[in-house]
DNA sequence: ATAATAATGGGACATATGTCCTTTTGGGAA
DNA sequence: TTCCCAAAAGGACATATGTCCCATTATTAT
């Protein structure tokens, strides 16, 4: 995975040929380490960041300084979209959970090159409508069901091949799913109990995906 | 209000100039009663809708049955314009609340005369980051406050000038706020007993804005 | 006016969830 | 090994919210 190109990735994820030259050249490849954070809420925003390698976790602190974590990002989403196409500041905090790789796309480059560019502007739409039927799923999900089917859903949604759960923190997964750390304690207490899941030491095993599938249903964190 | 016509509604929102006349054309404008349903979650969409008069109920209904109101739509929201860009099923349930004016424009007229469209594509895409972001921020909101706040928050949006409530059910707002039509009685209840509102039969007037106000601070239906 | 009916409001109770704080555990420092 | 500390787990309690069902009030038909 290591030192690929700019152009690599773009051909990669079939974006060369939107994207003229010109704008191609202004893109910059960034590499950040795990814990690092690309930007902060209330910030002005002049990059468009396409995230090629590692995982990125996007938040958003409430006047209250309650925290809320909106997604977690893989390779191939785009962040600062909304602003760009706003043209407002930042709305969330972006920070990289593992080791991460991102292009950076100027805004001003994309405006001189872009906006007229019938192909750009439907993909932007696109990827932009697809963002707002994650978020209308998630939020439809939030108000529908009880933490416990929140929570065995991203346990399923987080193990798709492998069977541990990746490093993520309990509070992230606590901050995420909306619940407190005390409470998604409890339900991974009963999870455990019915012995769908083995916890160790923060470290979640998922031994009966089927059952936590049939408990649950559907299923969103993408 | 009566017989106003389409190019009449299309000034007064300043879009005539984007749509050329092969488009205007094919618009229809259609009044619907209060109470009656527009389309219906699952069906097929062919026709994007402006909202011009009246107002609109946008609802879901989960798989076990629970009923989810997602929006309340206002003159010059646009409906079905996610399922234009993504070419799925309809995703929600829209019925008229009142008596409601939209002008139908049906999806292959936009698709021949306004894919290659840059205005076009420029306004959808800031109509559609505009709802993801109304999305986003009600759906922060649901998980950061309890019902209470979101109550108020409720209350005060939907009493802009007048003060008492227009004639929503309270079942209807209660599905909207996320919460039981037992508990939003409550808390209506406990509003009731601050001195806050007061409620006879249904309706609601609110008689003190600022303290609503002050407890609650922010606001999101739009 | 009276009775029947539907809409509204509320009581009682169970459960889900949050907050605060204590206990337990595992790992490293001495 | 033993002790100490941070991370993790859990106990106790308060509250928010949901469910079920009954009481109350308005509305309509007779």
């Given at each position: 995975m290591e030192n690929e190109t700019i152009s690599g990735y773009l051909e990669r994820y079939h974006l060369s040929t939107m994207f003229p030259e010109r704008v191609q050249q202004a893109m910059q490849l960034e590499t950040v380490a795990g814990g690092s954070r690309l930007f902060s809420q209330g910030e002005n925003s002049n990059t468009l960041y396409l995230l090629v390698e590692g995982k990125l976790k996007v938040s958003r602190l409430s006047p209250e300084g309650k925290r809320l974590i909106l997604a977690f990002k893989s390779p191939f989403d785009f962040v600062g979209d909304i602003e760009y196409v706003?043209?407002?500041?930042?709305i969330n905090t972006v920070e990289a959970v593992t080791a991460t790789t991102v292009i950076r796309i100027p805004y001003d480059v994309l405006e001189i090159e872009m906006t007229g560019n019938t192909e750009w502007l439907q993909f932007l739409l696109e990827t932009i409508t697809h963002k707002f039927e994650l978020k209308s799923h998630a939020m439809n999900f939030s108000l529908l069901y009880a933490v416990d089917v929140r929570v065995a859903s991203y346990l399923l949604a987080m193990t798709p091949d492998d069977t541990t759960l990746d490093s993520t923190s309990l509070i992230d997964m606590a901050d995420l799913i909306g619940t407190s750390y005390r409470h998604l304690n409890r339900v991974l207490k009963q999870f455990e109990e019915h012995g769908w899941i083995v916890k160790k030491r923060g470290k979640i095993t998922v031994t009966d995906r089927t059952s936590l599938l049939e408990q649950m249903g559907q299923n969103i964190y993408e």
């Open positions: 706003r043209k407002c500041p930042l």
